[in-house]
């Protein structure tokens, strides 16, 4: 079966090796405890791995173990029988029942008390549950996925969680890694979110300046993918312009990183226009002819464009960068002549310039 990432968006290794562990463990019924800081895309993986699962088009039933009061969690979870307490004016099915075929999705499973985990340990262990106030088990048909934020190793040193219950769920760790660890993924992840809030509020989508790009990669991302998405939101209202600058970024972030200027270069292939226009120099010189031989040249193909991991915008933005660098080079800076040398108007050449931030 291929994998269906699910809107997961990452490229670096330490992600890549998540989705090959993914791929094996979703066609089983092994428990599965993923861990990772807040906002790392916990959730978004468990759904990933349900949707890959045997039991994808069965229900999916997630539950905030941190967020339901201690009281109600055994009730929400296994149900109860009518009269079983004060409120339980009739008999309710609980979310492993619910759930039957398909997969239970224990979040902030390090916040559970004691008492619970046991029983989770018994679903586990017997696949049986048992309403609160009833007299019997149920056979329930459910793979348990959890998750947390906390180190649950931790947790059993200082007696908090169970250790049974620990290697019962551990069978298989998924661990994601935080944002500030995964390398150019800030920067594939920062366009996919400005791209997607921009169209959202109907604007042209926003550019990331050369030494924004360098900011977002030096920051350390405490809040992770979430943090990031957010901050992408804010930018696509209240940047004016097409382009995010670093007058644009909130002090918390510019403070953080310090002198912009010391920042190192962007390395990637693809991730930003200088890195861009350096690799596609490589591959210019066998395809393209030189200034003195300008009659053989050949236009580029789809072959050239993939080699560089680019798309047709990109590929043509490095094109016209690299033309308006020669034309303003040979013009020694002046955009009359530059613009005239490109053929174009002074007004258009100044317009491209202000989208580059220059
Ligand atoms: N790799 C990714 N690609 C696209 N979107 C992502 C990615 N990782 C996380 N997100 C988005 O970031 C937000 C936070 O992700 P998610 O809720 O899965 O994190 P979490 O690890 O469960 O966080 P918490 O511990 O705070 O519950 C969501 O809106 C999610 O869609
Ligand atoms: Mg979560």
């Given at each position: 079966m291929e994998l269906n990432t699910s809107g997961i968006i990452g490229q670096s290794t330490t992600l890549a090796e998540v989705f090959k562990i993914l791929g094996k463990v979703a066609p089983t019924d092994s428990t599965v405890l993923v861990t990772g800081e807040s906002g790392t895309g916990k959730e978004l993986l468990v759904r990933a791995l349900h949707a890959n699962s045997p039991r994808a088009d069965s229900p999916f039933v997630p539950i905030n173990c941190g967020a339901i009061p201690k009281e109600l969690l055994e009730s929400e979870l296994f149900g109860h029988e009518k009269g079983a307490f004060t409120h339980a004016i009739r008999s309710r099915s609980g979310r492993f029942e619910m759930a039957d075929g398909g997969t239970v999705f224990l979040d902030e499973i390090g916040e559970m008390d004691l008492s619970l985990q046991v029983k989770i340990l018994r679903v586990l262990q017997e696949k049986e549950i048992e309403r609160v106030g009833g007299n019997g088990c149920k056979k329930v048909d459910v793979r348990i996925v959890a998750a947390t934020n906390r180190d649950l190793e931790a947790e059993v040193q200082a007696g908090n969680f169970r250790e049974d219950l620990y290697y019962r769920l551990n069978v298989i760790p998924l661990h994601l890694p935080p944002l500030r660890e995964r390398g150019g993924d800030v920067l594939l992840l920062a366009r996919y979110f400005l791209e997607q809030y921009c169209r959202k509020k109907g604007r042209s989508v926003l550019a990331l300046a050369a030494d924004?790009?360098?900011?977002?990669?030096?920051?350390?991302?405490?809040?992770?993918?979430?943090?990031?998405?957010?901050?992408?939101?804010?930018?696509?209202i209240l940047v004016d312009g097409s382009i995010v600058t670093p007058d644009d970024l909130p002090a918390k972030i510019l403070d953080q990183v310090g002198d912009i200027s010391l920042l190192p270069e962007i390395e990637e292939a693809g991730q930003s226009e200088t890195a861009v226009a350096q690799s596609v120099e490589i591959v210019q010189t066998p395809v393209a002819g030189t200034a003195a031989d300008p009659g053989s040249f050949v236009w580029p193909d789809l072959a050239v464009m993939e080699a560089h991991g680019l798309n047709l915008k990109d590929f043509?933005?490095?094109?016209?960068?690299?033309?308006?660098?020669?034309?303003?080079?040979?013009?020694?800076?002046?955009?009359?002549?530059?613009?005239?040398?490109?053929?174009?108007?002074?007004?258009?050449?100044?317009?491209?310039?202000k989208k580059r931030g220059q």
């Open positions: 924004t790009q360098r900011v977002l990669l030096a920051y350390s991302w405490p809040g992770n993918v979430r943090e990031l998405e957010n901050f992408m939101e804010r930018m696509s043509l933005d490095v094109m016209e960068n690299r033309l308006i660098d020669e034309a303003l080079g040979k013009a020694e800076g002046v955009k009359n002549q530059a613009a005239e040398l490109l053929g174009i108007k002074r007004t258009t050449l100044i317009e491209k310039l």
